[in-house]
Nanobody, 124 residues
Framework: QVQLVESGGGLVQAGGSLRLSCAAS????????MGWFRQAPGKEREFVSS????????YYAHSVKGRFTISRDNAKNTVYLQMNSLKPEDTAVYYC?????????????????WGPGTQVTVSS
């Protein structure tokens, strides 16, 4: 069983930055692929970014590439999402997820565990 808790969300002006963290309680955290997804009001959940078990492979949605950076610290059982140059369209609830597949899938269905989410609101 893996429990995930996101933090770091909040209200920020367009052009600003936020850093999301996801703390995991898992004995074998380093074996999981990790991902970030988001869901805006009235929209379906969408992939944002993912990272392989070692951090060697990272993937980004086209809409965030060049602005967001995913990273992980296996010693701290934590994955991060650095979000820069935020836009109002980035407003959503952001979810952290863990997958038994270690390579960092971009498909939500591959993820076995999900956090409760953290709200990110970007004002124009």
């Amino acid at each position: 069983q893996v429990q995930l808790v996101e933090s770091g969300g909040g209200l920020v002006q367009a052009g600003g930055s936020l850093r999301l963290s996801c703390a995991a309680s898992a004995r074998s955290f380093s074996s999981y692929g990790m991902g970030w997804f988001r869901q805006a009001p009235g929209k379906e959940r969408e992939f944002v970014s993912s990272i392989s078990w070692s951090g060697g492979l990272t993937y980004y949605a086209h809409s965030v590439k060049g602005r967001f950076t995913i990273s992980r610290d296996n010693a701290k059982n934590t994955v991060y999402l650095q979000m820069n140059s935020l836009k109002p369209e980035d407003t959503a609830v952001y979810y952290c997820a863990a997958a038994s597949a270690p390579y960092g899938s971009t498909a939500g269905d591959d993820y076995n565990y999900w956090g409760p989410g953290t709200q990110v609101t970007v004002s124009s």
